[in-house]
């Protein structure tokens, strides 16, 4: 009863973090529940997972983004040009797939360089600037594909990266073997991790949950984990969309909880005024976080175009607003200074999960469109009712 309690409270004072996770849990058990089952089918979970695959990373950046009081609307375009660079690298220059996708991730930190340099330089609204970038970066995709249309990727290394799985080194049972042992992996690593942060904070007398609240967060949060490898691993295993899209989360997480500029990122966000009298460079935050998200614009374009295994002129429309979706779904404020990687990761997740939800039940793309612009207008309205309790 105690620990009954003690959740209720956990769950009411941190509803902005727990909320996006319930709202997934309830979202899979309908739809499973709908469909017989085959929502929850290890073919499908792993198609659902990989498609949202470049999303995920999109959302990562924009996460910090919108952290810092900033939108950028150019990422979808940006994707889709940096895709069909790639694509014409191949196929139509003979540039080996080890040399072009490094050439592609820097070509996307220079398209970050040149919004960074519109906001934070020359003062310019990201709304006009990323919508200016935006047109630029759709044309030049148009120009890039006109003569040829739609651009064939037939390089086998770089299409694998969108649909290939991670080698196994056996089965076990109908499982795959190496994608059960990184599964366990993730689980050990998770709870080293999180007692570890927790003994940090004894040793500081910061306030912490219960032993008993404590050891029911590791068991629920690792019994997830070996649900998802498990279906997982009885398709084809971890993809290496799913591996790529877990060393961005790894790496952005620990940038943003573990690092200094991850915490002049949220000061930023939640007063640049006072970020500025307290010596942060504003200016020097706002480059970082735009050639970040340019860095992961051009992994998104990777991603896509190697799962499509071609490069098309409507690449990466949309995009940025699935990627915003996302974020707010996830949790970041529009207000600015709050918002979690992880989140905006679980926000692409959910609304991937309605998309394949709602194909699964036949559901019309017109509503379909209404219902996730309804999820998302939800969101939005959540974080404006908790910032006002907590005023």
Known sequence: MKLLNEAKTLIKVNIRDYGMYIALFVIMLTFSILTDGLFMSSRNISNLIDATGYIAVLAVGMTLVIVIRHIDLSVGFAAGFLGAIAAILLTQAGVPVYLT???????????????????????????????????????????????TGTIIVKDEHFNAIGNGFIPSLGKLGNLNLLSLIIGALIIVLFIYFEISKRNNKLKYNFEVISKGMFSVKLVFVSAIIAYITWILAGYNGFSWTVVIVMIVVVIYHFLTTSTVIGRHIYAVGSNPEAAHLSGISVKKITYFVFCSMGLLSALSGILFTSRLQSATTTAGTLFEL???????????????????????????VVMASLSSGMNLLGVGIS?????????????????????????
């Open 322 to 348: 699935d990627a915003i979706a996302a974020a707010y779904v996830g949790g970041v404020s529009a207000a600015g200074g709050v918002g979690k990687i992880t989140g905006s990761v679980i926000g692409a």
């Open 367 to 391: 509503y379909q469109y209404m219902i996730r612009g309804g999820v998302l207008a939800a969101a939005v309205i959540f974080d404006v009712i908790t910032r006002k309790q907590r005023a």
């Open 101 to 147: 996708i490094p050439i592609i991730l820097v070509m996307g930190i220079v398209t970050g360089l040149f919004n960074g340099v519109l906001v934070a330089h020359l003062g310019i609204p990201a709304f006009v600037a990323s919508l200016a970038a935006m047109l630029i970066f759709r044309g030049a995709l148009l120009r890039v594909t006109e003569k």
